[in-house]
C-alpha cells in the first residue's frame, strides 16, 4: 500500500474548488435578487470540502502510524506543531494585522485577547479548521488505539456503531437546548464555539480515512468494482441535501442563512453527502487518466492547496472591497466571475510564495511549516 498516491492527494483539490465555493457562496446574498440554487451550489452543495480534509489527514496519519505500531507522542507532536502549528499561528497574526489594517481599532491586541482568539481559530473565519486539525493530533494516540480496538471486535460493527454514534452526537450539538448563559465563562465560551475545536464532530470521518489507509488495495477495488451502486448513492444524497433545501425553503419560507445553517456538514443529510462525495471523487480519480486535463488542473490546485486554503479569504476581501467601492451590482454571472477569479488568484499567489520559500527557507517554514526540500548529491 503506497502512503501517499495521486488520487488521495487529488482529494485536495476538489476540497479547495469546494471551501472557496462556500465563501463565495455569501457574494449571493449581496445579490438583489439572491439566486437560490447557485446559493445552494455554493454554500450547500460544496459542504463536503471541510470534512473530506479531515478523511485526508486521517489518511495520511494511518499510512504512517499502523494500529499495530507504537506512536512516539513528543515527536509526533513535536512535527505536527511545526507542520500545521507554526502556519496557523503565523497566518492568524497576519490576518490580525490585515484586519487591524483596514478597520482600525477593530482588533484588541491585548495578550488575553489574541490568546482566545488563536485558541478558537477565530482570526479569521477560516482558520478554524486548522484548530481542529491540531486537536486531532493532540488526541491521536486515542484514535489511533480505536482503530486497533475495532480490529480485535470487528471492523464492521465498530464503525457500524461509531457512524449512528457520530449522527447522534451531530444531532446533539446542532440541537443541544443549553442555555449557555447559565454557565461560567470559561464553559461558555467552550460550549459556544466548540464546532471551532473538538474533533469529535467529524471523528468518522477521519477514521473513514484511516480505514481507506490500512485498507487501501481493498478501498480502491470496493469502490471500482461497485462503480455503479457508488454513483447511485452519491446521486442519492445529492438529492436528499437538494431536495431537503428546496422543501424548506418554498415549504416553509426559511431563508437562505437558516437553510444553510440547517443543511451544514453537521446535518444528516450533509454527513451523508460528505460520505457518498468521498467514495465518488475517490472511484472518479481512479478511472481518470491523469493525463486528462481536468485531472491536471485538479493536481494544481492540491500542489498548492494549503496557501490557496490559507490566502483565499485574503483576495475575497479585497475583491468585495472593489466591488463596494466601484458600486458593482451582485448578479449570478459576477458571482461565478468571481469564483474562478478568486480561484485564479489563489494559486497563482501560491505558485509565487513557493518559489520564494525555495530562495528563503526560513519564509517557507512560517508560512507553510515546511523547509523546501534541498537537492543532495
Known sequence: MPERN??????????MLGVIGIHVGSFVLESPQPNSFLYMLLEILS?????????????????????????????????????????????????LLYFSAVMPGCISWQPGNIAFLLFYGLSCYHLYFMVILLWFYFTFPLWHKLFAFFQR?????????????????????????????????????????RLNYLPL????????????????????????SHFTAVNIFYIFTLFFIGGSYYYYYFYYNYSLIILVNTFQQLSLQGFLYTIASLLFFCAVFSKTNLNNPCRQFIHLLSVNSLIVYLIHPFWMDIINRLCHAGGIVMTSKRILAIYFLLVALSVFSSILLTKLGSKFPHLALLLTGKRPKTNTF
Request: glycine share 8%; aromatic share 22%.
Open 47 to 95: 459542504r463536503y470540502s471541510v470534512p473530506a480534509f479531515f478523511f485526508i489527514s486521517g489518511y495520511g496519519l494511518f499510512c504512517h502510524y499502523r494500529p499495530e505500531s507504537h506512536v512516539a507522542y513528543l515527536p509526533f507532536l513535536k512535527k505536527r506543531l511545526q507542520s500545521v502549528g507554526i502556519p496557523y499561528v503565523v497566518w492568524s497574526l497576519l490576518y
Open 6 to 15: 495521486q488520487i488521495i492527494d487529488d482529494l485536495r483539490g476538489i476540497c
Open 153 to 193: 471486535g470487528g471492523l464492521k460493527l465498530g464503525f457500524a456503531l461509531l457512524f449512528f454514534l457520530q449522527i447522534t452526537f451531530n444531532y446533539w450539538t446542532c440541537h443541544p437546548n443549553i442555555n449557555s448563559t447559565e454557565l461560567p465563562l470559561l464553559l461558555q465560551n467552550l460550549f459556544n464555539y
Open 201 to 224: 464532530h467529524y471523528l468518522f470521518i477521519f477514521m473513514l480515512g484511516g480505514l481507506a489507509a490500512i485498507y487501501y488495495n481493498k478501498f480502491i477495488k470496493f469502490i471500482t
